[in-house]
């Protein structure tokens, strides 16, 4: 009888430990999963990867039936195309709108389509640099975005400011030395192009030498 109680009372400490952490569904968890390896491939530049997981978070977020997590499966993937300085209107996240119901999802397609009209269209995480960028403060903008702890987020601050043409090299050099430290090999390519674009526009022939040859580096690995 004492072992009987001893095994009724781990397994009801167990039960009230399932309880307690709540359920998570397993679409959320495979959505979650196939979301992150869908950034990371994107950023490496495994295009074929990036399509899969792609295809597998859509899928996950369908089980649903809601729009309102669908959309999300084409947010991220304006998301990133946006972190690589590729800007586009959201074209299918833009069909969405009329049945989405969460404000955060409208705020976040505003940001990412470039369709943010005030203040209250942002997420609040993005908020600064925008305030920033209205008076195009570079030194201040590239602090703010150099302090950025996540490195996905620091990417989307910076592109918005190359997006509203408010950087400079340093701009850049903080994007690149972040995408670096990931391994991030295709976002590194897209803001040394941007750099030495950059000093080419002004003549600063030494400088753009050096970033072709960091480029060239990269690419011949390849």
Known sequence: FPVINFLFSILSFFLLISCGAGHIPTWRQNAAADKANFIESSFIGNESYASKYFDKMLEDFRMTVDPDEIVKAYLARCAVSFALLEYSDCGEAADMLPLLKNKENIVYYNFV??????????????????????????????????????????????????????????????????????????????????????????????????????????????
């Open 113 to 222: 389509s470039g369709k943010v009209r005030a203040s209250e269209d942002l997420p609040k995480k993005y908020r600064d640099i925008v305030e920033v960028s209205q008076n195009c403060n570079v030194e201040k903008a590239n602090s703010d975005i150099s302090s950025e702890k996540d490195p996905t987020t620091l990417l989307m601050k910076a592109s918005f400011l190359v997006k509203k043409n408010c950087y400079n090299d340093e701009t850049a050099a903080i994007a690149i030395d972040a995408a670096s430290k990931e391994g991030w090999k295709k976002v590194v390519l897209k803001y040394l192009a941007l750099q030495l674009s950059y000093f080419e526009k002004r003549g600063e022939t030494q400088k753009a030498g050096l970033v072709k040859k960091r480029m060239e580096l990269v690419v011949s690995e390849e």
